[in-house]
């Protein structure tokens, strides 16, 4: 008996077959893909499940045209030495052309590229639609194991004789996770095809004619290939969701479902937080808080209502007509969020003869923008209709690599602490798809002086089975991440980091950063940063140097013989629409010289997901399984699960095996990511949320 899991990803609301999931994630029947894509953005979580066989598939929309797929598969009795094989693979799929009343959408895709070819395939569908959408259409061409049955001559091989013999694929695990551009639409071809229905807004039904025989697994695991047939019965929920029970080439029963994820409507989309103060009188505002020149106290009213909007006050000026003031941001997510509630105080509780307000936004200690608003803007903007956009259009944006606010006395020293529950997971390594650890965290940072932080974080495992894997290196570098396991058997309380950090700013469109200590997991030593980021600019540049000592596996205060000097040189660019570049070229930690390229989409909510991979000139077969490092993040913000105006989130890296090729330090607070918070372009973006 088997089971799987698989779902539409649209609510399912009305009559909807726009979007059914196959078996392997992706836009499909059962097993045979749909000429679909997904919804722009959408993210798709499914499992599917038959007997002797698991697979877990992460599918994205990375553009309106591009989806792309991770599957972890759980395959029993595969391989006649080990037994049960765990593989890894991806998908990447265009769309050619979208559905018109005359034409069928038509999807080019890759099948299991780049991993150890079980599912290696290639495929053109086309879908269109009928009776209001409730009946689609598919067909298709296959090539691999999608041109195994009923196959004939590559139509290809017409324009040259290249396309009629397919590549052997790997030969060893060495050779897995290279680019097999000598199997791609090569060889035999086959057709494929099928039909959806949808019965009732709730329940649909599938048909396929499938063109894959099968072979490996019925040589390899006693399958019964008895018809090319396969249907399915879905039933949908109201949040898009579906459970799937599904027929498979007459000798199995298999069941999937899908859960759909949309980064683009959060649980809670205005959010829970209290809502701002509204604005007063300016002659109201004027007795609030200004009489007794307590306002450059951290005590006075001013610093205390901005207090009770998780902000803290730092610095103040007031010169004639206008405020400058340094404030730092404890609590929103979004950095205009932060602008328009101190707006709001400052204009509840400043003379009415201050009618500009100049807000200096602060990272870390560090000046990295100057907001200006005019307090008449405020109250004509307040209630209007489309207030976001014509306060940031009458806003003013400035760099501010010093800041030109008094500072506040008593504001510093600061020191903050908590403890917190921890969950450490390492998904889909080649022998397990879920190792985890469950602890409890406790973290304190102390700031005697602007800018310099000296922070630390220890752990301590409870319950978990991350020391149990038994996955010995193998590698012939030197091993600086895959004896990560004797880290994970060797420690008890762990010392997670334990750093001094100094955020400075050099000049104008520069930011610096210094950090010595413990500085990650594995290492510890000096590193050293330099940025470039103009305020409106969608480059930046910046530039990284680290001295990296190996610590002790059991986390403490020791460390081991093997050190390295690493460094990068990094290009950062905003592609706009939410899409993020990066290119960084340096040293890795095993003094291997490469490049490691990034493309990311964030959401205005801070939903992101993004891959990556490095090249370095480690060759295949000396970086061993996998080939070169790769991999997929995603980062959930806590205010989109919860609503609540909480900074931070939850993030992971999947990589499709761990290895000592192309790894990189892994330094706290890259300035990047620490400043572009409150740059233009990202003000802009979610500036929705400055009236909040």
């Known amino acids: ?57 992460l599918s994205f929309q990375i553009t309106p045209r591009i989806f792309g797929s991770f599957r972890y598969s759980i395959i029993d009795d595969y391989d006649a030495v080990i037994g049960t094989r765990y593989d890894r693979s991806f998908d990447l799929g265009y769309l050619i052309a979208g559905e018109t009343d005359l034409r069928p959408s038509v999807v080019v895709a890759l099948r299991d590229f780049g991993g150890t070819g079980i599912y290696s395939s290639e495929y053109v569908a086309a879908t269109k639609h009928f009776m209001d959408e409730r009946l689609s259409l598919t067909g298709g061409i296959g090539w691999g194991r999608l041109g195994s049955y009923g196959s004939f001559d590559n139509p290809l091989g017409a324009l040259s004789d290249t396309f009629d013999t397919r590549g052997a694929g790997p030969s060893s695990i060495t050779e897995v996770g290279r680019l097999e551009t000598d199997q791609w639409f090569r060889g035999d071809a ?26 490996r697994e019925v040589a390899r695991t006693g399958f019964e290939h008895r018809t090319p047939f396969n249907a399915a019965l879905s039933y949908g929920f109201g949040n898009g969701a579906d459970l799937t029970v599904y027929a498979l080439h007459g000798s199995e029963i298999g069941f999937m479902a899908n859960l759909p994820i949309d980064p683009q409507n959060p649980a809670y989309a205005s959010g829970i937080e209290e809502a701002p103060p509204a604005l007063v009188p300016r002659q ?83 000046t990295t923008s100057r907001t200006t608003l005019r307090r008449s803007d405020l109250e004509a903007l307040e209630y209007d209709l489309d207030g976001s956009w014509r306060s940031y ?47 409890l965290q406790a973290e304190a940072a102390f700031t005697p002086v602007r800018g310099l932080i000296f922070s630390g974080a220890i752990r301590q495992p409870i319950v978990g089975n991350l020391d149990e894997s038994t996955r010995s290196s193998s590698s012939v570098l030197p091993h600086v991440r895959t004896d990560v396991v004797d880290y994970a058997k060797d420690s008890d309380l762990e010392i997670k980091h334990l750093t001094a950090e100094y955020f400075f700013r050099p000049g104008r469109n520069l930011f610096g950063r210094v950090t010595a200590g413990y500085l990650e997991t594995m290492y510890g030593g000096l590193s050293t940063e330099l940025l470039w980021k103009p305020l409106n600019s969608p480059l930046a540049l910046g530039a990284e140097v680290n001295y990296a000592k190996k610590r002790d596996y059991d986390q403490l205060f020791g460390f081991q013989d093997y050190d390295i000097v690493t460094g990068h040189a990094s290009v950062y660019y905003d592609l706009g629409r939410g899409y993020l570049g990066q290119l960084d070229v340096g040293r890795y930690l095993a003094g291997d010289y490469g490049a490691t390229f990034s493309l990311d989409r964030e959401f205005d909510n801070g939903f992101r997901v993004g891959a990556f991979f490095t090249l370095t000139d480690v060759s295949f077969d000396d970086f061993g399984e996998g080939s070169f490092d790769k991999g997929i993040r995603f980062t959930v913000p806590i205010d989109w699960l919860s609503g609540a105006p909480v900074q931070g989130g939850y993030g992971t890296t999947i990589r499709p095996v761990l290895r000592d090729g192309g790894a990189r330090l892994d330094v706290r607070n890259r300035l990047y990511e620490v400043v572009r918070g409150s740059q233009t372009n990202e003000l802009e973006d979610r500036w929705g949320r400055f009236w909040r």
């Open 1 to 57: 008996m088997s089971a799987a899991l698989s779902a539409a990803p649209a609510l399912a609301q009305n009559v909807d077959l726009r979007f059914p999931v196959s078996t392997f994630g992706t836009p499909g029947l059962i097993d045979m893909p749909t000429g679909e894509v997904f919804p722009d953005g959408t993210l798709h979580l499914n499992t599917a499940f038959r007997d002797g066989t698991q697979r877990y598939n």
């Open 190 to 215: 086959a057709l494929f095809g099928g039909l959806a229905y949808q019965i009732s807004d709730r329940l649909s039904f599938r048909l396929e004619y499938s063109s894959d025989d099968y072979g």
């Open 284 to 366: 109201t505002a004027a007795a609030l808080s200004w009489t007794d020149g307590s306002v450059e106290s951290k005590n006075s009213p001013l610093s205390a209502a901005l207090r009770d909007q998780g902000i803290a006050l730092e610095g103040l000026t007031v010169e004639g007509s206008t405020a400058t003031v340094r404030m730092a941001n404890g609590r929103y997510p979004a950095e205009a969020q932060a602008l328009g509630r101190t707006a709001r105080v400052l204009a509840n509780h400043l003379p009415e003869t201050v009618t500009t307000f100049r807000v200096e936004s602060t990272a870390n200690g560090m």
């Open 393 to 439: 259009v009458r806003a003013g944006f400035e760099d501010a690599p010093r800041t030109e606010a008094t500072a506040i006395a008593g504001t510093y020293p600061k020191f903050d602490w908590r403890l917190s529950p921890y969950f450490d997971p390492a998904l889909f390594d080649p022998d397990n798809p879920l190792r985890a650890d469950l602890g």
